[in-house]
């Protein structure tokens, strides 16, 4: 298991790496320092401000799902599980959403209180919001918006993901869902046969309660709300980043095309990388080149201050939570009577 886990980090640092190298080649290194020198670094920690209250509000809507299976979280907790989760997928994409769990799992007081299968299974409805979101946005921004985005969406992306399933691909992934669901038919059927079955039975079950936690959810309009005011923050991170950058470049940058990068860079969560390294960075400046005309180095300037400064933000308020989490469990310990 160890050696599984070292030879994934590996490939997801060569990836990480090799995405990097692809979006800096060609970038003229003395325009690109002298992009970074003229930035308004006030701007900049203006959308480390907004990245923070995404994190805020994040552990909020976090918490409004899991308090029908797990009534006593309380919120500095899911805020320190939520900072501790971004930090920890700089090692490895996803580890975070085990890791927080695990944060969170730190706190229960006793048996009645939710398994770690039921508490991932809140993370895994909040991941899908978050994928349902940003489609949903790119979806409304496409068709109100074909005429100046419609190109880069067909040439850059569409034509690039599609060109990819041929028939083979399609019958393999036909085939493989076919087999996982197989699989599951198997292990509902003969569950009370094999005790394997129904061990891994029981961790499914357990996961589909924490996804349908939102069904038992108290004042459920707070968990839209809360998502609104994420896409927001996630919004202004990026217009603050515009406005950091020299007026001469992002002139004919508006609101909705601060929408539109926002979106483009969120796809990059989906490549298997550490923190997004590297995907994000070819993703932004790709766009930023072919809609707006930008130099190669202007665009990795933009994309660079904007990855790292909310990276940096992540690595801060993630050490912070950590430390908090520590000296908080040190205490519980100390007072914790002994027998």
Known sequence: MKHQRSVKYILSLAAAALLIWFSFRGVDWKEFLNGLRSCRWEMVLLSMVAGLCAFFFRALRWRRIMLPIFPGVDRLTVFNAINIGNMSNFVLQYLGEFVKTGVVLRRRRGKEEPGFEKVLGTVVLERGWDIMAPAFLFAILLIFGWDEFGEFFRKQMWDGISGRFNSTAIWLVAAAAALLLGLLTAIFLLRHRIALFERIF??????????TSCLKMEQKWLFFLYTAIIWTMYWLMMVFCIAAFPVSATAGLTLVDALFLMLVGS?????????????????VSMALSAIWGFSRADGMVFATIAH????LNMIIWGLGSYICETVRAALADKARPTS
Not at 270 to 283: I, N, Q, R, S
Not at 308 to 311: C, D, G, R, V
């Open 202 to 211: 029981e961790k499914i079950k357990g996961l589909l309660q924490g996804v």
């Open 267 to 283: 796809f990059a969560s989906f490549v298997p990388v550490p923190g997004g390294f590297g995907a994000y960075h070819f993703l």
């Open 308 to 311: 790292e400064s909310q990276a």
